[in-house]
């Protein structure tokens, strides 16, 4: 794991005009925001779907509408105040909403804030995905929420698989008074804070989906990605851990995870299927995360080791684990999975949250990233 994080940066800004982009940066500094500035629009197209918002100067546009980069939100083309209704010609083109400067500084401070996340300290976003079917992404979220938690800091985890039946079940939470996600579904803008409204499991907050009762009950529908930017903002600003376990494969709102996400951990399954899938999975995250591991769930007797998965996959592996009777029999009486210190997941996890917290620490000699759980070497 490299010391400095390799998640793109927040804010994009492509200039070219002194003049205008100095006015940007004013409003960037007044939002407590430093931008990555590109002078040359061909530099966006590794950062156009992962920044969180990307701020185009009029003068490039003609040349960035040439470039064939697919739709995305949160992209705003500037111009001087003088320059009105020219400007808006180019807003169709590229999917952006237009902003006047000076005129429209206030606006765009409050956007560029919300970009950065309204982060406070050194909070961290995460996300679980699964490699294939059945491996477990669901359980690593939790358990690693779970220590996490234990570890003292405040964690938020929320679910984002309408499919998965609500990650509450795997926390002993399903009983628990608060908000699930039906009550935000709609949400969009700035929320106000979630501590306190949602269900809350030793020490862990989680905004879960609902389930459903016998057919013909409606299904569960998957959040929109507005509904999940909000959350994520809010969350990203009252708590310092946040988790999400997303479905596969990606969707609009996962997107939204996937590019705001410090570390996204893609659960290997330890078979052949397992890796097969995963190698897929692998693919469709290519261009939405910045920072993609591997966790390997190990299995009785399968020849897959971490050497393959990197191999075969093209990811590091930083954790590996062993299935554990023990995780399924917890899981059935409610308890959160890796609870026992002593197990390979809680091992494996707070493996992870070591990792995750050397990202802010200054470059120098560093551990291996595997964990010992399985006891073996990547």
Same mark, same amino acid.
Request: charged share 20%; hydrophobic share 45%.
């Given at each position: 794991?490299?010391?400095?994080?390799?998640?793109?940066?927040?804010?994009?800004?492509?200039?070219?005009?002194?003049?205008?982009?100095?006015?940007?940066?004013?409003?960037?500094?007044?939002?407590?925001?430093?931008?990555?500035?590109l002078?040359?629009?061909?530099?966006?197209?590794?950062?156009?779907?992962?920044?969180?918002l990307?701020?185009?100067?009029?003068?490039?546009?003609?040349?960035?509408?040439?470039?064939?980069?697919?739709?995305?939100d949160?992209?705003?083309?500037?111009?001087?105040?003088?320059?009105?209704?020219?400007?808006?010609?180019?807003?169709?083109?590229?999917?952006?909403?237009?902003?006047?400067?000076?005129?429209?500084?206030?606006?765009?401070?409050?956007?560029i804030?919300?970009?950065?996340?309204? %982060? /406070?300290?050194?909070?961290? @976003? #995460?996300?679980?995905?699964?490699?294939?079917?059945? $491996?477990? +992404?669901?359980?690593? *979220? !939790?358990?690693?929420?779970y220590?996490?938690?234990?570890?003292?800091?405040?964690?938020?985890?929320?679910?984002?698989?309408?499919?998965?039946?609500?990650?509450?079940?795997?926390?002993?939470?399903?009983?628990?008074?608060?908000?699930?996600?039906?009550?935000?579904?709609?949400?969009?803008?700035?929320?106000?804070?979630?501590?306190?409204?949602?269900?809350?499991?030793?020490?862990?907050?989680?905004?879960?989906?609902?389930?459903?009762?016998?057919?013909?009950?409606?299904?569960?529908?998957?959040?929109?990605?507005?509904?999940?930017?909000?959350?994520?903002l809010?969350?990203?600003?009252?708590?310092?851990?946040?988790?999400?376990?997303?479905?596969?494969?990606?969707?609009?709102?996962?997107?939204?995870?996937?590019? %705001? /996400?410090?570390?996204?951990? @893609? #659960?290997?399954?330890?078979?052949?299927?397992g890796? $097969?899938? +995963?190698?897929?999975? *692998? !693919?469709?995250?290519?261009?939405?995360?910045?920072?993609?591991a591997?966790?390997?769930?190990?299995?009785?007797?399968?020849?897959?080791d971490?050497?393959?998965?990197?191999?075969?996959?093209?990811?590091?592996?930083?954790?590996?684990?062993?299935?554990?009777?023990?995780?399924?029999?917890?899981?059935?009486?409610?308890?959160?999975?890796?609870?026992?210190?002593r197990?390979?997941?809680?091992?494996?996890?707070?493996?992870?949250?070591?990792q995750?917290a050397?990202?802010?620490?200054?470059?120098?000699?560093?551990?291996?990233t595997?964990?010992?759980?399985?006891?073996?070497a990547?």
């Amino acid at each position: 794991m490299r010391a400095e994080p390799a998640r793109s940066p927040h804010v994009v800004v492509l200039a070219t005009d002194p003049d205008l982009l100095d006015r940007v940066l004013a409003v960037a500094a007044a939002a407590g925001v430093e931008p990555r500035v590109l002078p040359d629009p061909g530099a966006i197209r590794p950062l156009w779907a992962m920044a969180d918002l990307v701020i185009v100067g009029v003068e490039v546009a003609p040349r960035l509408a040439t470039m064939a980069l697919p739709r995305r939100d949160d992209v705003f083309l500037v111009a001087p105040d003088e320059a009105g209704g020219e400007t808006t010609g180019w807003s169709g083109p590229l999917g952006a909403a237009v902003v006047l400067l000076p005129g429209g500084a206030t606006w765009l401070t409050a956007a560029i804030a919300d970009a950065g996340g309204g %982060r /406070a300290g050194a909070s961290r @976003l #995460v996300a679980f995905v699964g490699g294939s079917g059945g $491996a477990g +992404a669901s359980t690593c *979220a !939790a358990a690693f929420a779970y220590q996490a938690a234990q570890l003292g800091r405040s964690t938020l985890l929320i679910d984002a698989d309408p499919r998965g039946g609500g990650i509450d079940l795997l926390l002993g939470a399903e009983g628990e008074p608060g908000w699930r996600w039906p009550r935000l579904d709609r949400a969009q803008g700035h929320l106000g804070q979630l501590a306190g409204q949602l269900p809350r499991v030793e020490g862990v907050d989680l905004l879960s989906m609902a389930r459903v009762g016998p057919p013909p009950a409606e299904l569960p529908t998957e959040p929109s990605a507005e509904a999940v930017k909000a959350v994520l903002l809010a969350g990203l600003r009252d708590y310092q851990v946040v988790v999400v376990d997303l479905p596969r494969p990606p969707t609009d709102a996962g997107a939204e995870v996937l590019r %705001r /996400a410090d570390r996204t951990y @893609l #659960v290997v399954a330890g078979d052949v299927r397992g890796l $097969a899938a +995963a190698r897929q999975t *692998a !693919a469709e995250l290519s261009g939405l995360c910045s920072d993609l591991a591997a966790v390997l769930r190990l299995r009785p007797g399968g020849q897959v080791d971490a050497t393959t998965v990197r191999d075969g996959v093209g990811i590091e592996v930083v954790a590996a684990v062993r299935d554990e009777p023990g995780v399924l029999r917890a899981a059935d009486r409610g308890e959160p999975p890796g609870r026992s210190a002593r197990s390979a997941l809680a091992k494996a996890c707070r493996s992870l949250l070591d990792q995750l917290a050397e990202t802010d620490e200054p470059p120098g000699p560093r551990r291996s990233t595997m964990s010992a759980a399985d006891g073996r070497a990547a």
